[in-house]
């Protein structure tokens, strides 16, 4: 049981009021209000032989406070005794006001010293749109049965502290609702460096008020708001905060175990919790705590940014000014949702511009912004003599900056002072000047204005010659703060990266050097591109992340000439763009790729406005505003295809276009003088992109691979017979998947084949063609001018009737090798046609792909006939076709034959059992031909592998591939399979672990 508590009210006056009568009522009902264990532990006489001075003392210090003052208030009443409830009810509200006003004083107190000047007119904005989304702050949300679990996450800066206090005023205010509600803040930035301690004591400096008054808060856990703040800053694993402490309410342990218990629910299991994290530590809390509601905290929208920088610059003009200069760079666009960001950037733009110098275009990144912040807070004042220059100092804050980045941490304590020599007057003049802010969580504690400066002063200890800093620190070095082992567990060094690489602009190191009178390094950017650019460890462009985190990097450095060096030898890249700033990002860097061959794009909606959706006056000027500010970036990107004569590959995948960047694009590829050799356009939006790049293509003589995929317009079709009908096309393989056409359009690209003699490969994947367009198609491989040597009708919705007009084509044409026909309902009667095609001489085909094509043991009868009759296919696939025990028996009837001249055989999933390995292994011992053979999928057992490996054990066997379903958990099957590579070495088992949706096993041996 909870600890018994004072009274929020003095008990004995009040009974003593009542009559012997009355006194005895009063008893008879307390009784059956108690619903546990209240009063079962005092024995009945001494409650009925007790006068009210004994009872006041019995309950006061024998029962719990919350249920004594509850039912109380409710005997009271049932005796119509409304005069000792209101009095008692007076009491409580009048500690419940005191509670609330010590409450309110320090939520004030913290306010006055961790938030920087101007910023009081948008603390209301901050929390006013989200304290909606939290049920404890919201009344017209209903609270559930069980205690909540609310998780406030969002970038640094961004108000969850100030949400989060802001509910703790709210909660308490709710006294309707709440019987005397209360709430305690914790510090995880002050509990990480606590020693071990009892629940009370962890709790007892959170408590407003004197600390008399934290038993009776915890008593009442239903009524209490515990908020536990960045939760990011604990450091300590998942694990150990999920450690069971079985509800020990007195047991000293260290602080952060008893912050797990509260999460876990272990202690106070009834309180509400609210916590607030950042994004990076999110994953390790969601492992904590269960169910939470989460509410992401975005900070300032975008209407609320401009109308802040419109009050702080006293104009639209130049508020709009401030804005676009925010959104045209990643950073400080995600910074500026942070208000003392907006407030930096006002600040800045409010300065004179010296010497004719823009600060737009000084404040284009983050680096800039903050950089000239920093040292605009030292500038002398017009008129004024210059002020004397922080030198020391400012490398004494670096040093504070860097250690805190290092131990992920935004909180220095006096120790942390000490340790590192830094005195508490060389922080003065920053503190002054609101760079640095005296933290109201602990005496003596200090924390950066916002977290993004914490990082720029921890990159500036670099230049600053961050060789002799502190304990350790030699050990920190830039190749280690980038590197990718270290980044994922430092979240904060990514950041400071991203600094250090805006700091290898030597006009800003400058900058920074003659603001403060310090020498500087200019050093920096040989290092970066030794860590980097030059590190094949690293590889900078080795994936699409790498990739994103590079751009990033070189264009916060804002100089072309590093940025040149940076991407000198680049020849692929692979970009996926989220959002505008990704594209500003790319488009800075990828106009100095001077050796590039392949470009990837991938473009997410939202970085052009969807034409379809822009609709109305408001979209389309929202259209027009996104349109000013992207396209001048997406021409620089497209400019890529002037400057490299080395591209021979684009690939535009999974892409979202609008019709203005269509056209940009399409300008550019017509008017470069390119060498595209191999284009492919996967599911491109808008639909008609597909006819606009048809048009640019047309007549390129370079252009030999197109692969056109994921088009439902039918306009497209046309354009690209053109294509093939020029005389100047060059095209060997053509790639057309689900594309939506008419039967006469598909005559119409037949007759095209026809006249066009370079392509050599056509693959219709997944269109629906009739029997009258399959019929065509033949007639156009029938045609002694058909070129074709690779052809695929996978998922073309053909039936057996088609098999007949193959199979004639079959026989005439002299030029086909490679025929796939998976996922096709071509039955056994289909097969049959095609064999009959298939057995005449002139018939050249080498790979037929028959996977998942409804084929039993007939089939497999017809494919045995024709492979011992010295046919000329080679490589057959019968992936996912139930051929059973019988058709099994007459394949390996075929594979016996000298005259077979099958290489490569896929049987993947075509229900082969451990009865038929018999009769496999007998024929792997005769066949001399066969190199690759694929039983993946099959469930062949102990037995059925045993009798294949003592066959290729005892054999000389021409196999060098063989592919298994292998159970890795028996060790006689792993014996096995040991015996036999040891004793052929050149036989390669493979286990199968492939996915036949994603990559057929027989694809890469059919190459487009």
């Known amino acids: 049981m909870v600890p018994a508590a004072q009274l929020g009210f003095n008990l004995q006056p009040l009974l003593e009021q009542l009559s012997q009568d009355e006194l005895n009522k009063f008893k008879s009902l307390l009784r059956p209000l108690s619903l546990q264990d209240e009063l079962q532990h005092i024995p009945p006489t001494e409650v009925e032989e007790a006068d009210g001075k004994q009872l006041a003392a019995i309950l006061t210090n024998r029962c719990p406070s919350h249920w004594v003052e509850m039912v109380t208030i409710q005997v009271f009443d049932k005796m119509n005794r409304t005069d000792l409830s209101e009095k008692a009810k007076d009491e409580l509200r009048g500690k ?28 209301h904005m901050v929390t006013q749109r989200y304290e909606t989304l939290v049920p404890s702050c919201n009344a017209k949300m209903l609270a559930g049965p069980f205690a909540q679990t609310v998780v406030l996450h969002g970038a640094a800066g961004v108000g969850k502290t100030t949400l989060a206090k802001k509910c703790m005023l709210d909660w308490t205010q709710a006294g309707q609702a709440r019987a005397r509600p209360a709430a305690l803040y914790l510090s995880c930035k002050a509990l990480s460096r606590r020693g071990p301690c009892t629940l009370a004591e962890l709790l007892a400096d ?45 047991a000293r342990r260290p602080a952060p175990v008893l912050l797990g218990g509260l999460l876990k629910r272990k ?41 802040y920088l419109r009050r702080q610059l006293g104009g639209e003009a130049q ?58 807070r030292f500038a002398p004042a017009p008129g004024s003599c210059p002020r004397p220059r922080p030198r020391a100092p400012l490398r004494a804050l670096c040093l504070l900056a860097a250690e805190g980045v290092w131990a992920q941490t935004s909180l220095f304590e006096p120790r942390d002072l000490r340790r590192l020599g830094v005195r508490e007057a060389d922080l003065r003049p920053f503190v002054d000047r609101s760079l640095l802010q005296e933290s109201g969580e602990c005496a003596g504690c200090y924390r950066f204005l916002h977290l993004s400066l914490q990082h720029l002063l921890a990159a500036a200890l670099y230049v600053l010659g961050g060789g002799e800093g502190g304990p350790g620190w030699s050990a920190r070095g830039v190749r280690r703060l980038l590197s990718k082992e270290e980044g994922r567990r430092n979240p904060h060094l990514a950041h400071v990266g991203r600094f250090l690489f805006g700091l290898a602009n030597e006009d800003r190191v400058r900058e920074l ?98 034409d379809d ?105 046309p354009i690209l017979c053109e294509i093939l009908r020029h005389p100047k096309c060059n ?99 289909g097969v049959k046609l095609l064999c009959e095609g298939l057995s005449y001489p002139d018939c050249q085909l080498q790979r037929l792909v028959l996977w998942y094509c409804s084929i039993s043991s007939n089939g497999c009868h017809h494919l045995s006939t024709l492979l011992q009759q010295n046919s000329s296919l080679t490589h057959l ?43 496999l292994a007998s024929a792997l011992g005769n066949n001399r031909s066969l190199i690759s053979l694929d039983l993946g999928q099959n469930s062949l057992g102990y037995s059925g592998v045993k009798m294949l490996c003592n066959t290729l054990k005892l054999q000389n066997s021409s196999l060098r591939t063989l592919r298994l379903r292998i159970d890795e958990s028996d060790p006689r099957i792993q014996k096995l399979l040991k015996e036999v590579q040891e004793s052929d070495p050149q036989l390669t088992i493979e286990s199968d672990k492939q996915d036949p949706n994603n990559n057929r096993p027989s694809s890469h041996d059919f190459i487009f």
Not at 296 to 303: D, F
């Open 877 to 919: 696939d019968l992936g996912l076709n139930h051929i059973g025990i019988t058709g099994l028996k007459f394949l390996c009837e075929a594979l016996k034959k000298p005259m077979c001249n099958l290489k490569c055989l896929w049987l993947w999933g075509c229900a082969i059992t451990p009865f038929s390995c018999e009769i």
């Open 613 to 717: 959706t822009a609709s109305g006056s408001e979209a389309q000027a929202a259209g027009s505003q996104n349109d000013e500010y992207v396209l001048p970036f997406w021409m620089d990107l497209c400019s890529v295809f002037d400057s490299n004569k080395d591209l021979v590959f684009l690939d535009i995948s999974q892409t979202f276009l609008s019709t203005s960047s269509v056209k940009i694009l399409c300008e550019k590829l017509s008017s470069a003088t390119h060498n595209l050799q191999k284009v492919a356009l996967k599911n491109v939006s808008p639909a008609d992109a597909y006819r606009d790049f048809c048009v640019v293509f047309g007549g390129h003589e370079t252009l030999t691979h197109l692969t056109l995929q994921g088009n439902d317009q039918d306009d497209m079709l």
């Open 267 to 307: 202690l106070l299991p009834a309180a509400t919790l609210l916590v607030t994290t950042r994004p990076e530590a999110l994953g390790e809390l969601r492992l904590v705590v269960e169910q939470p509601l989460l509410v992401e905290v975005e900070g300032l929208s975008e209407p609320e940014r401009r109308a």
């Open 513 to 610: 050097g003659a603001a403060f009178g310090c020498p500087v390094s200019t050093e920096l950017k040989r290092e970066l591109l030794a860590c980097t650019v030059r590190s094949p460890e690293n590889g900078p462009f080795s994936s699409v992340t790498d990739t994103r985190e590079t751009l990033c990097r070189l264009y916060e450095s804002q100089d072309e000439p590093l940025v040149k060096e940076a991407v000198a030898q680049v020849t692929e890249v692979s970009l996926h763009l989220k959002d505008p700033t990704d594209l500003a990002h790319a488009s800075f860097c990828l106009k100095h790729c001077e050796r590039l061959q392949k470009l990837c794009l991938r473009v997410e909606k939202g970085v052009f406005l969807d």
């Open 206 to 250: 959170s408590a407003p008020g004197p600390r008399g008054a934290l038993p009776r808060l915890l008593a009442r856990a239903r009524t209490l708001l515990l908020v536990i703040d960045a939760f990011e800053e604990l450091h300590v694993p998942a694990a150990a905060l999920a450690r069971d402490l079985g509800g020990d309410w007195g």
């Open 319 to 376: 508020a709009r000014r401030a804005w676009q200069l925010m959104r045209s760079n990643a950073a400080l666009l995600r910074l500026g949702s942070a208000p003392a960001v907006c407030w930096m950037l006002g600040a800045c733009l409010r300065l004179p511009a010296d010497e004719g110098d823009d600060p737009g275009r000084t404040c284009r990144t983050a680096t800039s912004l903050l950089l000239r912040f920093l040292c605009s």
């Open 731 to 829: 095209l060997q393989c053509l790639r057309l998947v689900s594309c939506s056409a008419s039967a006469q359009q598909w005559a119409h690209l037949s007759s095209s084949l026809e006249i066009n003699q370079s392509l050599t490969c056509l693959n219709l994947t997944a269109n629906e063609l009739t029997d009258e367009s399959a019929r065509l198609l033949c007639k156009t491989l029938r045609h002694p001018r058909c070129f074709l040597q690779r052809l695929s009708l996978e998922n073309c919705h053909l039936t057996e009737a088609c098999c007949k007009e193959l199979s004639s084509a079959l026989i005439v044409n002299q030029s086909l090798t490679h025929l796939c026909l998976a996922k096709n309902a071509l039955g056994n009667g």
């Open 96 to 123: 419940q006001d005191e509670y609330r006003s010590i409450l309110e004083e320090e939520v004030w107190q913290s306010r006055k010293k961790n938030f920087w000047p101007e910023a009081s007119e948008n603390i």
